[in-house]
C-alpha cells in the first residue's frame, strides 16, 4: 500500500510541475528589451567615448534578462573598441 500511495504523491507532483510550467509560459510579461524601453545605466569604464553609450545599452540589456540581445551589444562594442576589455566582460555576464 506504501508504495501504491507513494507513486500516487510522485505522478500529483509530476502533473503539479508541469501544470505551473505551461501556466508560467503563457503569462509572460514583457519588460521591455530590443522593441521596448529599458531602464537607463552608465556604467564607467576604461573603453572609448565612441562606444559607452553601447556599453552602457548593453548593460541595460543584461540588467533586463535579454541575454542574447546584450551579447550581440558587447560583440558590436568590441568590434568598434577591440580594446574595450569590460565588453568580454559583458559577454560573459550575459552567457
Same mark, same amino acid.
Given at each position: 500500500m506504501k508504495r501504491a500511495a507513494r507513486a500516487s504523491l510522485i505522478v500529483a507532483s509530476v502533473l503539479c510541475v508541469c501544470a505551473l510550467r505551461a501556466f508560467a509560459q503563457e503569462h509572460q510579461h514583457d519588460h521591455g528589451g530590443p522593441t521596448g524601453p529599458l531602464?537607463? $545605466?552608465h556604467f564607467s569604464t576604461s573603453c572609448s567615448q565612441a562606444v559607452a553609450? @553601447?556599453? @552602457? #545599452?548593453? &548593460? %541595460? =540589456? =543584461? #540588467?533586463?534578462?535579454?541575454y542574447s540581445?546584450? &551579447?550581440? %551589444?558587447?560583440t558590436? $562594442? =568590441?568590434?568598434n @573598441?577591440?580594446?574595450c576589455v569590460? %565588453? #568580454?566582460w559583458g559577454i560573459a555576464m550575459s552567457w
Open positions: 531602464g537607463t $545605466v553609450q @553601447d556599453f @552602457d #545599452h548593453g &548593460i %541595460a =540589456l =543584461l #540588467h533586463s534578462f535579454w540581445a546584450a &551579447i550581440e %551589444a558587447f558590436g $562594442v =568590441l568590434k @573598441d577591440p580594446r569590460m %565588453a #568580454h
